[in-house]
Every structure is written in C-alpha cells, then in structure tokens.
C-alpha cells in the first residue's frame, strides 16, 4: 500500500443506482456510505446532489459535516451541475441546484465542485462557455472549492485536450479538470499527453479499468461495465505515472461503475474498491522510484 490518500466518488458507495436511471438516489442511508468509505480506507467522500438534498433533509449540513469527519473524510466533492451553460427552463433547474450545491460546498469544506459537459453533443460556441465556467468558477472559489469539469468521450468535451482548451479559454485559476481514465482511454488519449497537462489545471483524479473492447454504446460500457483497478486492460501504471509527473499527488479518486459492483454489499465495494487503487498507485509508486511505507 501507499502513503497515497483516496476519495470514494459518488458511484463508488452508491449501492443500486446508475446514471441511467431516471431516479439515481441511492437507496443506502449516508451514514451506511459514509462508515463502509472510512472504514475501507478512504479519506474522501463524493456525494451526488439527488443524495446530497435527501442527506441534508435527515442530518442537516451540521450533522453531515459530523458524519464526514467522524469516519475521517476530509477530501469532500459534491456533483454533478449540468447545464450550466444553458438558458431556458433548463438553465432555471440548473441555477437552483447550484445555488444548493455552493452553499452544501461551503458548510462542508468541500474540495471541488465537480460539473459535466453537454452529453447531447449540441453546437456549442467556446466563448460562452468560458465566460460561464470563468463565473462558476469564482463562485466555487468564493466558497472555498475549486471547480472541476468532467471530459466524456460522446459528449462536447471528448478529450483532455478539448476539457483543457475550456478551462484555459476560461482562465479562471480554480477552474479545472477532472481526469477519469476510463475516458482517456476509450477516447484513446496515450499517457504522454497526460504528462504534459498543467498540474494547476488537474482539479481531480479518478482511477478504474475496464475490458479493451467496448459493449453497447460508450455510456452503456461506462455505467455498465467498469472494472477495478488491475482487472482490465488499462495501462494504470503508465497512467498514474503520467498523472504524477504533473504534480498530482491525490487525493485519488476510485470511481466503479458496474452491473456486478452496485449489487454487492457496500462495505464489500467500498473495500474492495480501496483495495484495488491503492494496490495500482502503489505499483506506480514503487516503479517510480517515489517512496512507500
């Protein structure tokens, strides 16, 4: 193992529930998440905002805040805003969860705000989209977190490279990206052009592997099929090399989206989870010469 810390995102301690569902709450309580996280290891918490509103109606942000720290989770990110770029109806629906978002960030010390590109692949004009993440930007930092925009292969944003041309166009310094692997690798984005991102503009990490070939569309596989670390095809040394290189040191964000992993017991997810990641990062950690306990 690894000196290295690790954050559970939402997904990872969610229990049953999927992005492909219309109602995506897990059906786990947060304290059940939260105790399975810390005692696997984790010392980071991600939290979806369905999740987050039902948290607070039961504990309040007070009481959440409790629930974090009681279990050592101290690297706390909340997600995920879309259409935050919009207008119309869906940008009134969009204002209201961010509002809900940024006040959650601030009462619970959060680290990062993580939001998503348009998974519709609309025409899209970059001019506007750097004004309104500069805006979201500063509102993230006025609360103390940073803000982290997630790239997707089928959506506007396909690539690091596409994510990095908006958050420079951008120019907001809190403003950032957040770097999945299972993205970089189906949008066939080598290592390399990991090593040369600005390590200011890595917001977040997010380790998982997955099978060389993809089943069904790019969002079936992803929400589908997901491996643990070490159980695919990935080159997550090479990848975790590449990261460290930037000057990203974690937290390491483990994100496991799978039919076989939701149906399994949270502890037993959330453990195995942990131990999968830090089982790869230490292997990088080793190669590279970087010290381990």
């Known amino acids: 193992m690894t000196s290295d810390e690790f954050l559970a995102t939402c997904w990872t301690t969610a229990g049953d529930t999927s992005p492909d569902q219309e109602d995506q709450r897990s059906p786990l309580s947060l304290r059940?998440?939260?105790?399975?996280?810390?005692?696997?290891?984790?010392?980071?918490?991600?939290?979806?905002?369905?999740?987050?509103?039902?948290a607070e109606r039961e504990y309040g942000l007070a009481g959440i805040r409790s629930l974090f720290a009681d279990n050592g989770l101290s690297h706390i990110e909340l997600e995920l805003l879309t259409h935050w770029w919009d207008d119309g109806p869906r940008r009134t629906a969009s204002d209201a969860a961010r509002g809900g978002l940024l006040r959650a960030a601030e009462a619970l010390g959060a680290r990062t705000l993580k939001i998503g590109p348009d998974v519709a692949d609309e025409p899209w004009d970059l001019d506007v989209w750097a004004k309104e993440f500069a805006a979201l930007a500063a509102q993230a930092d006025g609360v103390g977190a940073r803000l982290g925009i997630e790239f997707l292969p089928w959506t506007n944003l396909k690539t690091v490279h596409d994510g990095l041309r908006l958050v420079e166009a951008a120019g907001h310094p809190a403003?950032?990206?957040?770097?999945?692997?299972?993205?970089?690798?189906?949008?066939?984005?080598?290592p390399a052009d990991l090593a040369d991102v600005p390590g200011s503009r890595i917001v977040g990490v997010e380790l998982n592997d997955a099978d060389s070939q993809v089943v069904g569309t790019l969002f079936e596989d992803t929400v589908?099929?997901?491996?643990?670390?070490?159980?695919?095809?990935?080159?997550?040394?090479?990848?975790?090399g590449a990261l460290r290189k930037t000057g990203w040191r974690g937290p390491w964000g483990v994100e496991i989206l799978s039919d076989a992993h939701r149906v399994l017991p949270v502890r037993e997810a959330a453990a195995a989870a942990y131990r999968t990641a830090a089982d790869a990062v230490g292997v990088s950690a080793a190669g590279s010469g970087l010290s381990t306990p």
Do not use: Q
């Not at 491996?227 to 990935?234: D, H, I, M, N, V």
């Open 32 to 54: 059940e998440r939260a105790e399975a996280a810390g005692d696997a290891g984790f010392t980071g918490f991600g939290l979806l905002y369905a999740d987050l509103v039902e």
């Open 224 to 240: 589908r099929r997901r491996r643990l670390c070490g159980e695919g095809s990935f080159d997550l040394p090479g990848i975790i």
């Open 175 to 190: 403003g950032g990206l957040i770097i999945d692997v299972w993205h970089t690798e189906r949008a066939r984005t080598p």
